[in-house]
């Protein structure tokens, strides 16, 4: 189940508009110095209407948008593409994949914000990767973006097969491997 595009749309027009919120408070910033005065004027609208969400909403869009910006390229290019194929839909259709998103675990939901590839993987991996500790997330996305789909298919089955109290010890030793070897590590764990 992929999520709405327009919802992923929202959160990045929310952190676009952080980003611009940061730069108001800047002094002398040439692009803020170029806007007309209408120009301005929008932008302060905007940036009070930012101010007025909820901080639960203003948190969820920022982790939205820092989500969108880790990204790779060719991934935010797809899901752009979903959002154009999402708004051809009938509205019916729409509110349909709304639903069966909102139906989704909260854990399994947010996993999509890893992106098209990572998050459809991500209900099989999840088990092993919904506790990571702050620290290790940044090297442990990258490894699993450097995988390929049979690694990632063989890693699925690992995190089934580990028992909880032992998920940490399975997540630094795939970091140990050699990144060119992680594939055939995982192939070997899997498939003796």
Do not use: K, Y
Not at 139 to 166: G, H, K, N, S, Y
Request: charge should be positive; aromatic fraction near 4%; charged fraction near 25%.
């Amino acid at each position: 189940m992929r999520p709405e595009p327009r919802r992923i749309a929202r959160a990045l027009a929310a952190v676009g508009l952080l980003a611009l919120c940061v730069a108001v408070a800047q002094p002398r910033n040439p692009r803020l110095a170029a806007l007309t005065p209408a120009q301005s004027e929008a932008l302060q609208r905007r940036v009070q209407a930012w101010e007025a969400l909820p901080e639960a909403l203003r948190r969820e869009r920022r982790e939205a948008w820092q989500a969108w910006r880790a990204l790779p390229a060719e991934e935010r290019q797809r899901m752009r593409a979903a959002r154009e194929a999402w708004r051809a839909l009938p509205v019916a259709e729409q509110q349909a994949l709304r639903a069966r998103f909102d139906m989704l675990d909260a854990g399994i939901a947010r996993g999509w914000l890893l992106g098209p590839v990572l998050g459809a993987d991500w209900p099989r991996l999840h088990a092993l990767f919904a506790q990571v500790p702050p620290q290790e997330r940044e090297a442990l996305l990258e490894a699993l973006r450097a995988l390929p789909v049979q690694a990632r298919d063989d890693l699925a089955v690992l995190a089934q097969r580990t028992p909880p109290q032992d998920r940490d010890a399975l997540r630094a030793t795939l970091l140990a491997q050699p990144p060119a070897q992680r594939a055939q590590w995982l192939r070997s764990r899997v498939d003796p």
